[in-house]
């Protein structure tokens, strides 16, 4: 860990830092300015023992990458080349943020997860060995490979070398060439049927890969086909394109020689997509109408039997050969427009049930969403949107969302969750800004369209947001980053500067400066660090080595102690040469008196160049000298002493699922983090449930 301390030199630091110091009390001669008696402090709690995770309120549920038996596992956002065994052990690919993992669900309903690996899965299939196949991409090729232990071992195809041309290519193992592997079955005389087709090509063609890794092309496909196999095993082409609506089974007129045979068909055109056969049926298939969002069995005559409606468009589904169920998961409407979330369970459709028969859940814990007040896991909350919370003493937490699934696209209240765990709404509705503070007797948010603090009464008395302060100076990159109120009760704000330009999607844009400055009572503005006319974008960004340290701040958190200590959460912004986003460098500095120190802090995720390290700062008047910080899924604790230490979730911001009881354990999506219900806790949003974080001593 890289640790520099300096004094105050330059003149105009040595006034930004007299400033910092008078406005917050960190030299003998300063005072805070601050008004309003202090929150009380918490009460003792528990003795420190060792961290552990418990609910305060709401129900625990949602994405992720957690084992555990059916409804207590927890499945990713995304779900790729979900298939069974013969044996009806289930296999995907999960894929979150920019992590993928290898699942697999025992006939039992027992959930495990591989190692993560980062290379682009496409497709997936079970062989006849019981092995799960994976197509992974890279550049215009793909390999198969199998899932052995934990880890793909290569089946067949290899990657192309520079200049060498896309085609496909027969032959065993590394010999073989495949381009695409779409829509793969596994056929009753234990083939693996795909369909592949080189970039430039016209059409596509059908291929097998045996179980030795040994790849045949066998004949041309029309574009627009799918692969099924039937219920005796056959392989056929379904094809529903250009008002062309067709079945063929494929045909083996003689060694080496493959042929289709249309087989007679009504089915109707547009209206269902076959998805796999039903288990013991002469010739009927499991078919989707995505218009009347339902799931029947459809003859090939094109009657239909048994349809079910499903509360969202379908996103995969799969069929289960030994019990003839179908594994399915299903979007959810989230009201606006093109907006869709994928839900965190699998459901099962059984065949002999009536249409009318409720889905089952099968796999994954359901999200339990909702804005119902009541105790502990009555409650229900929605943090889908995101969540913004702030406590101070013993008081409550405050808690905001954004209009979510739940709420009717509306502005759901502010809700308090008391140390009790009761939770309550207030007559104030919240308006998604992504702030929230306590100072001077009021709860405080922030509005970017006119940059403009609002107020209301903390007492709860208030109904709306009344205008407090405006000013120009919060319009940096975003509008305002930080509110938070110092020991002494003064009002502290901060903008945060991104630079403009370059690096594709996931490079910030906009331009601005970085600003720290403090808001009186009576609403004064005074800008202590930072010049409101400069304004920085790529082109004149200062370089790392030369960037004044509070250029890229994410929080700031003060220390009453009887030398108080500021402490703010950098995370410093890398571009290349050409001026585009590269990375974050996270830092902690400390600043005490005139003294600063800054402390390098870990990245956590280098996969993902614009998701930012770490989030949130938080201290606790019990705990001097203790800082702690969340991350995408995780809490850590800084000291002096040891420096960064993880306390509850895990360094991988890929989301794992929430395991409450005793740490370390897993802790998913973190929302915000607070101070606790007493003295030794935090509050920590996660899972669309507020829980309460043991620290350890």
């Known amino acids: 860990m890289r640790i520099s301390t300096e004094k105050v030199s330059s003149a105009l630091t040595r006034r930004h830092f007299a400033l910092w110091m008078t406005a917050s009390g960190l030299s003998a001669c300063g005072g805070g300015g601050g008004e309003g008696a202090p929150a009380p402090a918490p009460p003792p709690g528990p003795a420190p023992g060792p961290a552990s995770l418990s609910l305060m309120a709401g129900g625990l549920g949602g994405i992720g990458f957690l084992g555990g038996k059916d409804t207590q596992a927890r499945l990713p956002q995304e779900i790729i080349g979900l298939t069974f065994s013969t044996q009806g052990d289930m296999w995907f690919v999960g894929r979150g943020s920019d992590t993928q993992r290898i699942g697999h669900v025992?006939?039992?309903?027992?959930?495990?997860?591989?190692?993560?690996?980062?290379?682009?899965?496409?497709?997936?299939?079970?062989?006849?060995?019981?092995?799960?196949?994976?197509?992974?991409?890279?550049?215009?090729?793909?390999?198969?490979?199998?899932?052995?232990?934990?880890t793909l071992q290569v089946v067949a195809g290899r990657r192309r070398a520079p200049g060498e041309p896309d085609v496909m290519q027969d032959g065993k193992g590394a010999t073989a060439q495949i381009c695409r592997f779409d829509s793969p079955v596994l056929g009753g005389d234990g083939l693996v049927y795909f369909l592949d087709r080189p970039f430039v090509a016209a059409h596509r063609t059908l291929r097998a890969l045996a179980p030795d890794g040994t790849v045949t092309s066998l004949l041309a496909v029309p574009d627009g086909s799918r692969l099924l196999v039937s219920p005796t095993g056959a392989i056929r082409m379904?094809?529903?394109?250009?008002?062309?609506?067709?079945?063929?089974?494929?045909?083996?007129?003689?060694?080496?020689?493959?042929?289709?045979?249309?087989?007679?068909?009504?089915?109707?055109?547009?209206?269902?997509?076959?998805?796999?056969?039903?288990?013991?049926?002469?010739?009927?298939?499991?078919?989707?109408d995505a218009a009347a969002r339902t799931v029947a069995h459809y003859a090939l005559d094109g009657t239909r039997q048994n349809a079910r409606e499903l509360p969202g468009e379908l996103d995969v589904a799969a069929p289960n050969p030994a019990t003839g169920h179908l594994a399915l998961r299903i979007r959810r409407d989230l009201g606006a427009p093109n907006s869709w979330q994928y839900p965190a369970e699998l459901y099962l459709l059984d065949p002999s049930q009536a249409p009318t028969a409720p889905l089952s859940a099968w796999v994954g814990l359901p999200d339990q969403l909702g804005h119902t007040d009541g105790v502990g896991d009555a409650a229900r909350f929605d943090f889908t949107g995101g969540a913004h919370a702030i406590s101070e003493g013993s008081g409550p937490l405050f808690v905001a969302v954004g209009a979510g699934t739940t709420y009717g696209g509306a502005a759901p209240p502010v809700r308090t969750v008391a140390p009790s765990g009761q939770v309550a709404s207030t007559a104030l509705p919240y308006r998604r800004t992504g702030l929230l503070a306590i100072a001077y007797g009021y709860l405080l948010t922030y509005d970017r369209s006119?940059?403009?603090?609002?107020?209301?009464?903390?007492?709860?008395?208030?109904?709306?947001?009344?205008?407090?302060?405006?000013?120009?100076?919060?319009?940096?990159?975003?509008?305002?980053?930080?509110?938070?109120?110092?020991?002494?009760?003064?009002?502290?704000?901060?903008?945060?500067?991104?630079?403009?330009?370059?690096?594709?999607?996931?490079?910030?844009?906009?331009?601005?400066?970085?600003?720290?400055?403090?808001?009186?009572?009576?609403?004064?503005?005074?800008?202590?660090?930072?010049?409101?006319?400069?304004?920085?974008?790529?082109?004149?960004?200062?370089?790392?080595?030369?960037?004044?340290?509070?250029?890229?701040?994410?929080?700031?958190?003060?220390?009453g102690t009887a030398s108080p200590v500021s402490w703010v959460l950098c995370n410093r912004t890398v571009l290349t040469s050409q001026g585009e986003f590269e990375r974050y460098a996270p830092e902690l500095v400390r600043l005490e008196g005139a003294t600063r120190q800054a402390f390098a802090l870990p990245g956590l995720d280098t996969q993902r160049r614009e998701l930012m390290p770490y989030q949130q700062l938080c201290v606790l008047p019990s705990r001097l000298g203790q800082v702690f910080l969340s991350s995408p899924c995780g809490v850590y604790r800084w000291t002096m002493a040891k420096g960064l230490e993880l306390v509850a979730g895990q360094a991988d911001p890929t989301p794992a699922g929430v395991r409450l009881g005793s740490l370390p354990g897993s802790l998913n999506l973190v929302k915000f983090i607070s101070p606790g219900p007493d003295a030794n806790s935090l509050y920590v949003g996660s899972e669309n449930s507020v829980l309460r974080l043991g620290l350890p001593g």
Request: aromatic content about 12%.
């Open 450 to 559: 006119t940059n403009t603090v609002l107020r209301t009464p903390k007492n709860g008395s208030g109904t709306v947001w009344e205008p407090w302060v405006q000013s120009s100076v919060f319009a940096g990159y975003g509008g305002l980053q930080v509110l938070r109120p110092d020991t002494t009760g003064l009002l502290w704000f901060a903008t945060r500067t991104l630079p403009a330009g370059g690096g594709g999607g996931s490079n910030p844009t906009g331009e601005g400066t970085s600003l720290i400055g403090t808001i009186s009572a009576t609403g004064k503005v005074q800008v202590l660090l930072g010049d409101p006319q400069q304004v920085y974008s790529a082109a004149n960004y200062p370089p790392l080595a030369q960037r004044p340290w509070y250029l890229d701040i994410t929080d700031i958190a003060f220390e």
């Open 238 to 288: 379904f094809i529903d394109a250009q008002s062309r609506v067709e079945w063929a089974e494929l045909a083996n007129t003689a060694p080496g020689v493959y042929a289709w045979n249309v087989l007679p068909s009504s089915w109707p055109s547009g209206s269902a997509v076959p998805l796999a056969p039903v288990k013991g049926s002469a010739d009927r298939y499991w078919g989707y």
């Open 106 to 150: 025992s006939a039992q309903g027992t959930m495990t997860y591989g190692s993560a690996f980062t290379q682009h899965a496409i497709s997936g299939v079970v062989d006849a060995s019981g092995r799960y196949l994976v197509a992974l991409f890279f550049g215009p090729v793909q390999v198969v490979c199998a899932w052995e232990g934990d």
